[in-house]
């Protein structure tokens, strides 16, 4: 591991609203504003070739920052250096060929900063080309952490709130993801969990063990305990069948293990009739995220009733408690019924134990019987304590109080209000009883980040563009970018206020 300053011109760039990344802008479409969050602003954001938002945060002062890889914007002359550390693996020499990069090599990684109404771009940064930003963390004090990779090499920068200089970076052999526990760093790796100071001093480093081979899927860290919450797949079963499981478990500030959920035993994750305890179906948590009350938010994808993630996850031989379904939204995910096998399930559980709260099933409905998958991407909650998910859907979904009503082609399902979504992005909002208070589709886009603060929300993901670097049923509302490029996909943000 390494740890070196650096310190680059100043990035700042103000008044970009008013340049020429503003030229063509495409005319509003008004949203419906009837329901408890109202649009506020909805824009594209980006350069040429393949850009995207993977990242969201709301600084203090409402103003909102976003990251993501774009070709160039127009415009915008200063590009970061990003800082190598002094092992990323180079070639041996100058003719050895050079492993493949994650994105094309015009794109680029990038982060900017928006007005609190998504209006004005009043910052913007850029890391040289071929970077690709992963993650992207706030802590209290308002700085901002990035997870870059370039060629090979993954690494955590940290930047101040003007975007303009780098102030330190930090790498670790396989890191996979991390996030900011006041002025220290976690970082998950492939099989270890580490907890970096700010002078670049590991405190400590614990493995990971599991029960069979597994893979690592995310982090966060609890800003109120320092609790590092840590999530994956188990290979469960038996060969040549083996299966994914879910596994969750949480460290405190001082790495020891706290509590543990599922984490099956491969020998007994079987049919009870060869001696198992009856799990025989797969099930992940695909995404971890974290409540703005530092709860937990886990986004699941189950294969059928009898999959590990209907189990108690602390007695995982045992049926879940069937009060985490009572009164939810969608108790029953109709898996007896026709459609793609398996279904997005949202799990509210405790930080200080695991315990779990509430859930509910998010599905696309077409029939009362037949329910099909909703990829669920990014999750969070706001100061009423309400949960905000957002994901992705080709073949329709919920709908309540939408801001762009589904066309014919959505549909409805149990429980749900008025014409379903037909598809693609989405927003759902969700009491803590797990109770839908709003829901819709963004036609032409994914959503891969959501954020929330005081009154405020932010989506962001990508808008699909035709072979003429336009969408016109994509919905915008004083945007700050038209489109840009000629690639199959653009930037694309959300801001909505209650």
Request: proline residues 7%; hydrophobic residues 45%.
């Amino acid at each position: 591991m390494q740890f070196a300053m650096k310190t680059a011109a100043l990035a700042l760039i103000l008044g970009l609203a008013d340049l020429a990344l503003a030229v063509d802008l495409p005319a509003d479409v008004a949203p419906n504003n009837e329901g408890t969050l109202k649009v506020v602003a909805a824009s594209c954001l980006g350069g040429g070739d393949s850009a995207a938002l993977v990242g969201a945060g709301i600084e203090a002062d409402g103003t909102i920052v976003l990251a993501g890889q774009a070709a160039d914007f127009p415009d915008a002359p200063h590009s970061l250096e990003l800082p190598l550390p002094a092992n990323a693996r180079q070639p041996a020499n100058k003719n050895a060929p050079k492993e493949e990069l994650p994105v094309p090599v015009s794109a680029r990684g990038f982060i900017v900063r928006l007005s609190a109404d998504g209006h004005k771009i009043l910052a913007l940064s850029k890391f040289p080309a071929g970077s690709q930003v992963e993650k992207l963390r706030l802590d209290a004090a308002g700085h901002v952490f990035l997870l870059v990779r370039q060629g090979p090499e993954a690494i955590v920068v940290g930047m101040p709130a003007d975007l303009g200089r780098i102030t330190g970076f930090v790498t670790h052999f396989g890191l996979r993801d991390f996030d900011v526990d006041g002025n220290e760093l976690l970082l998950l790796a492939m099989d270890n969990l580490s907890r970096v100071a700010g002078n670049g001093t590991e405190r400590w480093n614990v493995p990971i063990i599991r029960n069979g081979s597994f893979n690592i899927g995310g982090l966060v860290v609890v800003p109120q305990t320092g609790a590092a919450i840590v999530t994956g797949r188990v290979f469960a079963g038996n060969l040549p069948r083996l299966h994914p499981e879910p596994f969750v478990c949480a460290y405190d500030r001082a790495g020891q293990p706290v509590w543990d959920l599922w984490n099956p035993s491969p020998h007994l994750d079987k049919a009870t009739a060869v001696g198992g305890a009856g799990s025989q179906s797969g099930g992940t948590v695909e995404h971890i995220c974290l409540h703005s009350d530092g709860s937990l938010l886990l986004l699941l994808q189950a294969d059928d009733a009898n999959c590990l993630c209907l189990r108690d996850p602390m007695h995982w031989d045992k049926p879940i408690d069937p009060g985490v379904f009572d009164g939810v939204f969608m108790a029953d995910p109709a898996f007896a019924s026709e459609g793609v096998k398996t279904r997005a399930l949202l799990l509210h559980a405790s930080a200080a134990n695991g315990k779990l709260l509430k859930g509910t099933w998010l599905c696309a409905c077409p029939t009362p019987t037949q329910a099909n998958r909703l990829d669920l991407t990014a999750a969070t909650g706001d100061a009423k304590g309400n949960l905000l998910v957002v994901g992705n859907s080709g073949s329709g979904g919920p709908s309540k109080d939408p801001w762009y009503p589904g066309t014919p082609e959505g549909f409805a399902g149990p429980g749900m209000v008025g014409a379903g979504f037909a598809g693609d992005g989405f927003l759902a909002v969700l009491d803590r009883d797990c109770k839908l208070i709003q829901c819709g589709g963004f036609a032409g886009t994914n959503f891969n980040a959501v954020a929330a603060r005081g009154n405020t929300v932010v989506i962001a993901g990508n808008a699909k563009q035709d072979a003429g670097g336009k969408n016109s049923s994509l919905p915008v509302y004083k945007a700050v970018a038209g489109f840009l490029g000629s690639g199959d996909r653009n930037g694309y943000f959300v801001v909505l206020q209650r």
